[in-house]
């Protein structure tokens, strides 16, 4: 069974850049996360689409952060304009219903 | 609000030596809790998951932890280190249905001496 794919694996962007990050989950997984990961800390929940539905965005900077999950598959996640603080690595993970969460290897992002 | 504390960033052992990462949690419902790994440039692998089942967890690569609830807390244990368990392990919450909406703690890096 493949895992969660993501793309790119890494990206350097200057500040006000904008940048975007696709994840693809594993076949059949209808929930889908969106997680960021800053140097030190463990990961922090952004959003959360349940199908195409968005679950939970409260922890989402929605003034320069979006996401969408057309079609209930593929997600991408868009920063526009980068700060130098949205350096860091951005996780995707999928879940079946009552099952734990599957990560992909992440986007590290830097922003200069 | 769920939150999860883990004592100790950097755990440096032995090779052969007992591992010991503290986590404590706190939940306002029966949790469900898990402990991930993590290697360098790579996403976050399920080492063990506590589903209100039995108290002591058995996982994978020779992980173990156990659910203490008068102590919130839900360590994780290998009885002998190997080097290729230098990673991060980091301990996780979710209430609700198990594996929804984790709260991860902060991490700990271990490092594994020959």
């Known amino acids: 069974e493949a895992g969660v794919a993501q793309s790119p694996r890494y990206k350097i962007i200057e500040k006000r850049q904008s940048v975007a990050f696709w994840c693809n989950p594993i076949?059949?997984?209808?929930?889908l996360y969106w997680y960021q990961q800053i140097l030190g800390q463990g990961p922090k929940l952004l959003i959360q689409?349940?199908?195409?539905?968005?679950?939970?965005d409260s922890q989402l900077p929605k003034d320069r952060f979006s996401a969408e999950r057309l079609k209930g598959v593929d997600s991408t996640l868009k920063i526009q304009p980068a700060k130098l603080e949205d350096s860091a690595v951005y996780l995707c993970?999928?879940?079946?219903?009552?099952?734990?969460?599957?990560f992909g290897p992440g986007t590290r992002l830097t922003v200069l | 609000a769920q939150s999860v504390t883990q004592l100790g960033s950097h755990v440096s052992v032995s090779e052969g030596a007992l591992v010991l990462l503290r986590c404590n949690y706190s939940?306002?419902?029966?949790?469900?809790l898990f402990w991930y790994v993590q290697y360098p440039n790579q996403g976050l692998q399920l080492l063990l998951k506590?589903?209100?089942?039995?108290?002591l967890v058995k996982g994978i690569n020779g992980f173990e932890a156990e659910f203490k609830k008068s102590e919130t807390s839900f360590h994780l244990t290998k009885p002998s280190a190997h080097m290729s368990d230098a990673a991060e392990y980091f301990c996780?919450?979710?209430?609700?249905?198990?594996?929804?909406?984790?709260?991860f703690g902060g991490g700990t890096r271990v490092l594994v001496k020959p």
């Open positions: 993970a999928s879940r079946a219903s009552y099952n734990e969460q599957f």
């Open positions: 076949s059949g997984h209808a929930t």
């Open positions: 689409f349940q199908n195409n539905g968005v679950v939970d």
């Open positions: 939940s306002s419902v029966p949790p469900y």
């Open positions: 506590y589903t209100s089942a039995a108290t």
């Open positions: 996780a919450v979710s209430e609700g249905a198990a594996g929804n909406k984790l709260t």
